[in-house]
């Protein structure tokens, strides 16, 4: 079965790699894709970050988008990239997400606050960037928790598409699935925490069916492996588990063609 990985963040070298065991695997860019498709996934989603608190300065997050081009470059079809953007640097932000949309990227962070210095969603200029990012119809994968602050901006934006990161633990999954029911243009991708607790993705698809759900790991922070048998591990449908690995990302990313 094709599986795409709708959160990885890649690398080629230990800059980038962020992996919790320095050492333990500090593979270059082929053993990287080795890993994954060992693991079984074909496709991979998401965007390049730097070890330690990402400096100031928009120049800091071009450099990591263009990263992930020239990794693109490398990788070819098992790789769309995503891309980050900053509440602080608006014009710079609404440049980057066309000079994206000219290349053909529609994928927006993960964003992730703690590590580019920024607070949270209530930060107004936010609407004026994801107003852009609307306009260009990108999909926009963020950090969580931020769901309460994220959905007054979810609601105000209808036309994008927001994918929510990492399920969390019980608590954390009763929210998202509140926020899922009660918000059309939201997913949820199975990276990071929550996937482990046995019985969680059964539990999201009875709730919210599978065609809100998406398949991540958050590698190299997370074994791939460890993840794809997750999926297969629980009592779903072939159907569901069709749509969960593969099939929604590529629709929300128009991926058919590549994977």
Same mark, same amino acid.
């Not at 927006?108 to 969603?121: A, N, P, R, T």
């Not at 699935?177 to 990071?192: A, F, T, V």
């Given at each position: ?5 709708? %959160?990885? !963040? ?27 498709? #060992? ?44 891309? %980050?953007? !900053? ?25 992730? !606050?703690?590590? !580019? ?37 979810? #609601?105000? %934006? ?16 009763? #929210? ?19 996937? %482990? ?63």
């Amino acid at each position: 079965m094709k599986v795409i990985d709708f %959160h990885v !963040h890649p690398f080629e070298s230990s800059a980038y790699n962020l992996n919790m065991y320095p050492g333990m695997y500090d593979v270059d860019l082929k053993g990287m894709k080795e890993q994954l498709t #060992e693991a079984g996934i074909t496709h991979i989603c998401g965007s390049v970050l730097n070890k330690g608190y990402c400096q100031k300065g928009f120049e800091n997050l071009r450099g990591l988008n263009r990263e992930a081009l020239r990794l693109k470059e490398e990788l070819g079809d098992f790789y769309t990239p995503g891309f %980050h953007v !900053h509440p602080e640097y608006v014009r710079e932000s609404c440049d980057e997400i066309v000079f994206m949309y000219e290349k053909g990227i529609c994928l927006i962070g993960e964003l992730v !606050h703690y590590m !580019h210095g920024w607070g949270d969603f209530s930060e107004k200029n936010w609407a004026e960037i994801l107003d852009v990012a609307e306009q260009y119809h990108m999909v926009c994968s963020y950090h969580t928790p931020f769901d309460y602050d994220m959905k007054k901006m979810i #609601e105000q %934006h209808p036309k994008l598409t927001f994918v929510a990161a990492h399920p969390g633990d019980r608590q954390r999954v009763e #929210e998202q699935i509140e926020m899922l029911k009660s918000l059309p243009n939201l997913y949820l991708d199975l990276s990071g925490t929550g996937l %482990h607790r046995f019985g969680m993705l059964k539990h999201l698809v009875n709730e919210v069916g599978a065609d809100r759900i998406l398949f991540g790991t958050d590698y190299p922070i997370c074994n791939p492996r460890m993840y794809v048998q997750a999926v297969y591990g629980e009592e779903i449908s072939p159907q569901d588990r069709e749509r969960i690995f593969y099939r929604n990302a590529a629709e929300l990313l128009g991926l058919d063609a590549v994977c």
